[in-house]
């Protein structure tokens, strides 16, 4: 028998979501966080890089201020206002103390109870190879929920006014071939929908397929993937680290 994904936790306020790219929170997570707004919760979004490597035929320059346009629109989409952008250079993201530190510093500017972020793991379940990006990332994030409450951990952090933040409670994993928890997205699947959909210019560069229908065939595929888990309900599936 199939073991069910339990809910996720609901007594939080804030959460920040960690991500590699622009469209990265799109694939899935938006629809949860639409659903998360919609309950007077707090979201935002930091994004190591601007994409700028992500369109082939597009120079990095043009690309860069392109996806950053995308993702502000997609995130008005669902609600979410804070954005920001940390210039890790797209494609070659290093794991190391200098993402860490940066991580850490949005942890501390923020103060959220729930980190969320991309998957860490090697691939997204069988051969699907995960690439770099994500893997360092969704690795850091992990570690930097701690480094954040580490007051010995990038000491010069709180010299500059970022001091110690220990209220992370739970990090979640988007895309994770290990899913513990889930979101019902019931409601927030349309706007789901809509927020992948501003990534129109990523998507016309992906694939052949009508931006709209591929945007609604992905959402199906990843909310429709977790239902049978779930009571068969629409759901966003998470792999949850207590800490």
């Known amino acids: 028998m199939t073991e069910q994904l339990e809910p996720m936790p609901t007594d939080w306020r804030r959460a920040l979501a960690i991500v590699a790219h622009p469209d990265d929170v799109e ?3 938006a629809a949860a966080v639409a659903t998360w707004l919609d309950e007077s919760r707090e979201v935002g979004y930091v994004l190591a890089t601007r994409g700028e490597a992500g369109i082939d035929g597009v ?3 043009e690309a860069t201020e392109l996806r950053e346009r995308e993702q502000r629109a997609s995130a008005h989409v669902v609600g979410v206002s804070l954005v920001e952008f940390l210039d890790h250079r797209d494609g070659v993201i290093e794991y ?3 993402l860490r ?3 850490t510093a949005a942890i501390r500017a923020h103060r959220p109870d729930l980190v969320v972020t991309i ?3 090697d691939t997204w379940g069988g051969t699907a190879w995960n690439t770099p990006d994500h893997r360092a990332v969704g690795r850091a994030a992990l570690d930097a929920a701690a480094d954040a409450g580490n007051r010995w951990i990038f000491p010069e952090l709180a010299d500059n006014g970022l001091l110690p933040w220990d209220g992370v409670r739970w990090v979640a994993v988007a895309g994770s071939p290990y899913p513990t928890h889930a979101v019902d997205v019931t409601e927030g699947f349309e706007r789901g929908v ?3 959909l501003e990534h129109r210019t990523y998507i016309e560069a992906l694939t052949e397929t009508d931006p709209e229908a591929y945007s609604r065939h992905v959402l199906h595929q990843i ?3 977790a239902a049978p888990r779930f009571g068969d309900r629409p759901a966003v599936a998470f792999e949850l680290f207590p800490r």
């Open 101 to 103: 530190r940066d991580l």
């Open 119 to 121: 998957n860490h793991h």
């Open 27 to 29: 694939y899935g997570t």
């Open 223 to 225: 909310t429709g993937s």
């Open 96 to 98: 190391g103390p200098a």
């Open 59 to 61: 120079s990095p320059q």
């Open 194 to 196: 809509r927020s992948l």
